[in-house]
Each structure stands twice: as structure tokens, then as C-alpha cells.
């Protein structure tokens, strides 16, 4: 499956953006799909996923009642929607298919696109 996010972009702190993820192929209802994000000169966090059903999410603590996450299986894509954003959500957020919700469940990854978050 190959994966294509956009939406990233310039938005000050409390604002919003919508993250969008377009995969290829007709398996996309086969795989959890999840929004991993990582900062300038820090590690990769794992943010946020959905079942292949929709049916159960992942957030990290960091974004839990900020972003939720949710896809539709007719149009291959998946969302991550971003409230109340801080300057500590920015980064390139990655979306990424696999198997499941654990983090280490992620075997196709997109090319990631910029948030980047004014104070």
C-alpha cells in the first residue's frame, strides 16, 4: 500500500489543521492506520491509530482530547484531526498501514508533511 499525507502547514497556537492520508490499492480496509510525528532533534512519537473497523484509536497522552483520529474505508483515507494546537505539535507527521495498533505494528509509511505550530 503506498501511503500520501498532506494538509500540514503554518497555524498559530490554539488553532487547527486537518491531516489527511490517501492510500493506494483496494486493502486499505485491511490495515489499522496510524499518525506518528517527529520534532526537530527528537525521537519519533507514536500519536495516535485506528483499527481497520474504526471500531478502536489510539492516542498518545500528549494529544488525548486534542486530536482524534478516524478514517473512511470508501474514500481510502484517513484523518487526523488537530484542536487546540500547541508549539509543541510541531513536526512532521508520518502516516503509516499496518497490522495493528501497537507501534511497532507499522509497515508502510507515507512521506510525511510539516506542522508547524506559532506561539
Known amino acids: 500500500v503506498q501511503l500520501q499525507a498532506s494538509g500540514g502547514g503554518l497555524v498559530q497556537a490554539g488553532g487547527s489543521l486537518r491531516l489527511s492520508c490517501a492510500a493506494s490499492?483496494?486493502?486499505?480496509?485491511?490495515?489499522?492506520m496510524g499518525w506518528f510525528r517527529q520534532a526537530p532533534g527528537k525521537e519519533r512519537e507514536y500519536v495516535a491509530a485506528i483499527s481497520r473497523s474504526g471500531g478502536s484509536t489510539y492516542y498518545a497522552d500528549s494529544v488525548k482530547g486534542r486530536f482524534t483520529i478516524s478514517r473512511d474505508n470508501a474514500k481510502n483515507t484517513v484523518y487526523l484531526q488537530m484542536n487546540s494546537l500547541k508549539p509543541e505539535d510541531t513536526a512532521v507527521y508520518y502516516c503509516?498501514?499496518?497490522?495493528?495498533?501497537?507501534?511497532?505494528?507499522?509497515?508502510?509509511w507515507g512521506q510525511g508533511t510539516l506542522v508547524t505550530v506559532s506561539s
Open positions: 503509516a498501514a499496518g497490522m495493528g495498533l501497537h507501534y511497532a505494528s507499522f509497515d508502510y
Open positions: 490499492g483496494r486493502t486499505f480496509s485491511r490495515y489499522a
